[in-house]
Structure formats: C-alpha cells, structure tokens
C-alpha cells in the first residue's frame, strides 16, 4: 500500500510539474506572438531629445583632440603605462561577451514578458539603424586617422569599436527599459564601461580611443532613434489622398518576415 501511494504520489507530482512546464511555455509563446507578430505602433512612445546629444559629442571630441592637444595625449601614454606596471601580463577577451549583454538583456526582458517601449520590428529596425550608424563612422575613422595600437599589432586604434558597440547596446537598453527602472541603464553602462577598460588592459586601445568609442556607440543610438520615426512614418502614412501604406510583420510556416501594402 506504501508503495502504491508513492507511485501515485511521484505521478501527480511529475503531472503537476509538466502542466508548470506547459503554462510556462504557453506563456513565453504568447509573449513572443505578441512581441514578434503586432504591429509596430510606438512612434509616439521613441524619445531622444537633441540635447542628449551633447554628452557623446563632448567624448568623441575630446578623443578627437587627442591627436592635436598634448596634453590629452600625454594621458593616453600615462594612462598606458600604469597599465603596463601593475598589470603586465593581462590578457582577456571578456569584453567580446560583454559588448553584446545589454542587446541580450533588451531581447530576452521582451521575450519573458517585460516590455520595452518597442515591439520586435521597431526595435530591432532601431538597432540596425544605429549599428549602420556606428559601422560607417568608425570604419572611415579607423581607415582615416591610422592610428598605431598600443600592442603595435595595426593602425586601426582610434576610435575603439567595441567600445562603441557596447555603449550602443548601453543606450540601447537605456533607450527601452530606463522608464521601467534606472537599474537597467545602470547594468548596461555598467557592461559597457567594463568593455573599455577591458580593450586598454588588453593593450587594444588608448584612453582616447576608447573614450571616443563610447562617443560614437551612445551618439549612434540616439541619432537612430531621432531619425527613425520619420523613417518609419514614410514608410506607414496616409498620403494627402488618404491612401494608405503601411510595412507589417508576418510569419508564414515559422519563417518570420516583412510585407509592404499600399493602397491604389
């Protein structure tokens, strides 16, 4: 009789666990139908006000002076140097990980049910906008300024593009969840601050380039999210003849995608 009330007792609880499962999995596929499937409606809801603009061009100026100011300069040898005494023999490549956290953090809050300002396709139209944004500047920086690594291993020092990656995936972050907490914007500075300090330790970059890299990665987000909803409302609009077009979400034998419709 023991026996017989111990299967049974094992059976409801592994029944009762499974139906825990099944809802938890309902729930998680209900959140990303909603978030992957609804159509974009948070232009209203993007904010980055111009004057937001003034912190991450005061850091890419700053890296710019670098190269005419001596003293600025100085820094980055001073800078290096304390390095190289109290940490010689470091090497880590951390920092490849922790450049993409605050995009990973953005995507899987969204995916367990805390929403950001932005459904899938507008987010993920912003994050592409702002690493076009960054992409483009620092590749004709890099090919421009031809500036020597500390390691002497090439001439693409400045600005420093993980840096810049994870400061946008910073501001990134900030931009969707700063509203639900200041704890995330914290979290992600945080990741981003670390990726910096990680590229001069591992002899990457100096100071000023990693202090423009954060320049470029935090102005590259804001900029996209300025511009993205004029993007976005010439691409969904009802022109002067009430026509109507609009660029939705679909998802067709588990293949997500985009549709454009225009009325005639």
């Given at each position: 009789m023991k ?5 049974l ?7 009762a666990?499974?139906q825990?499962v099944d809802t938890?999995?309902k729930?998680l596929?209900?959140t990303l ?9 948070t232009?209203k ?7 937001s603009?003034v912190?991450?061009?005061a850091l890419?100026?700053?890296g710019?002076l670098s ?12 800078v290096?140097g304390?390095?190289?005494r109290?940490?010689p023999?470091f090497?880590s490549?951390?920092?490849s990980y ?6 990973a953090?953005?995507y899987?809050?969204?995916?367990v ?10 987010r ?5 906008l702002?690493?076009?944004i ?6 004709t920086l890099?090919?421009a ?7 002497g ?6 600005p ?6 994870a400061?946008l995936?910073?501001e990134?972050?900030?931009q969707?969840y ?6 995330y914007?914290?979290i992600?500075y945080?990741?981003a601050v670390g990726t910096?300090i990680f590229?001069?330790?591992n002899r990457d970059h100096w100071?000023?380039?990693v202090?423009a ?7 590259s987000t804001?900029a996209a999210?300025?511009i ?6 010439a691409?969904?609009?009802?022109d002067?003849?009430?026509r109507?077009?609009m660029?939705m979400?679909?998802y067709?034998?588990g ?9 005639l």
């Open positions: 026996n017989l009330f111990l299967v007792f094992c059976l409801i609880t592994l029944a666990n499974a825990v938890t999995k729930k596929a209900d139908k909603k978030d992957l499937l609804t159509a974009p409606d232009v809801r993007l904010q980055s006000h111009p004057l603009l912190p991450p061009i890419i100026t700053y710019a190269f005419h100011v001596s003293p600025i300069r100085r820094l980055d040898y001073y290096h304390r390095i190289e109290s940490a023999t090497h490549k951390a920092e922790f450049l993409f956290a605050p995009i953090m953005v899987g809050l969204n995916a049910g805390v929403l950001g300002q932005n459904r899938f396709i507008d993920s139209a912003l994050l592409g702002s690493g076009g960054l992409g483009i500047s620092e590749l890099k090919h300024t031809h500036r020597l690594r500390p390691n291993a090439d001439y693409y020092s400045f420093s593009g993980h840096t810049g990656a400061f995936g910073a990134f972050l900030a969707e700063s509203s639900k907490s200041p704890v914007t914290v992600g945080g990741f910096g590229r001069m330790y100071f000023s380039d202090v890299g954060a320049g470029f990665g935090i102005l804001k999210y300025l993205y909803p004029y993007i976005r409302n691409l969904t609009h009802t002067k003849q009430g109507k077009a660029i979400p679909t067709q034998d293949v997500p995608g985009l549709s454009f419709a225009m009325q």
